[in-house]
């Protein structure tokens, strides 16, 4: 069965600071690959997918992540944070095939001024 | 455009007792999920409709959980009866296909709390 782990239940910044949320996925033959956002008392926001090609996705509010085969990994960046970005954050795996994504446990992003 | 609409939003119960959620997905999109999301930890699936038609119910706990989606547009979630843990968030998403690149758009949730 797949699995997602997202190595860090909570991710304290300061504001305008750069940001990596991690991902690490077990490993499949091919995959497809999310991240949403949750803000408080709200349902789940995608932010970025990698379907195929290109490595390097760029995403809504100025997110992008990066696929990286060899390590299993898509890590979540963002150069410069603001307040508003102060959310939980869930990593996704989905094989390709399958109907059925696999979500991480989260991440909580907590911006400070 | 309308989002996905779930209700209630919050619902309050007793264990062994039954209850059910509703969910409206956005108008023309085919694929209904419901998920689980226990505090703390990340969404699961629990059910998936392509129009009237169960795609996966795999994580679907039977002997309690039930869900329908009759004429391939509302869907209702029940439990029957619940446990202490079934407390958590049951969210409903919906896309307007089930291939790969389909973005699944979800709704709030209801928040369920069993005492």
């Known amino acids: 069965a797949q699995s997602v782990t997202q190595l860090d239940s909570q991710v304290p910044v300061f504001e305008e600071a750069p940001v990596e949320l991690r991902c690490n996925y077990s490993s499949s033959v091919s995959v497809y690959l999310f991240w949403y956002v949750q803000y408080p008392n709200q349902g789940l926001q995608l932010l970025l997918k990698?379907?195929?090609?290109?490595?390097l996705v760029k995403g809504i509010n100025g997110f992008e992540a990066e696929f990286n085969k060899s390590q299993t990994s898509f890590h979540l960046r963002k150069p410069s944070v603001h307040i508003s970005d102060t959310a939980e954050y869930f990593c996704?795996?989905?094989?390709?095939?399958?109907?059925?994504?696999?979500f991480g446990r989260g991440t909580s992003l907590i911006v400070h001024p | 455009e309308a989002g996905v609409a779930q209700s209630p939003r919050y619902k309050i119960i007793e264990k062994r007792q039954s209850v059910a959620f509703w969910c409206n997905p956005i108008s023309g999109h085919a694929t209904l999920y419901w998920y689980q999301q226990i505090l703390g930890q990340g969404p699961k699936l629990l059910i998936q409709f392509q129009n009237n038609g169960v795609v996966d119910d795999s994580q679907l706990p039977k002997d309690r959980f039930s869900a329908e989606r009759l004429k391939g547009v509302d869907s209702t979630l029940k439990i029957q009866p619940a446990k202490l843990e079934d407390s958590a968030v049951y969210l409903c998403?919906?896309?307007?296909?089930?291939?790969?690149?389909?973005?699944?758009?979800f709704g709030q949730g209801t928040r369920l709390t069993v005492v």
């Open positions: 996704a795996v989905r094989p390709g095939g399958s109907y059925i994504p696999t």
């Open positions: 998403a919906s896309s307007l296909a089930s291939t790969d690149a389909a973005e699944a758009f």
């Open positions: 990698y379907l195929s090609g290109s490595t």
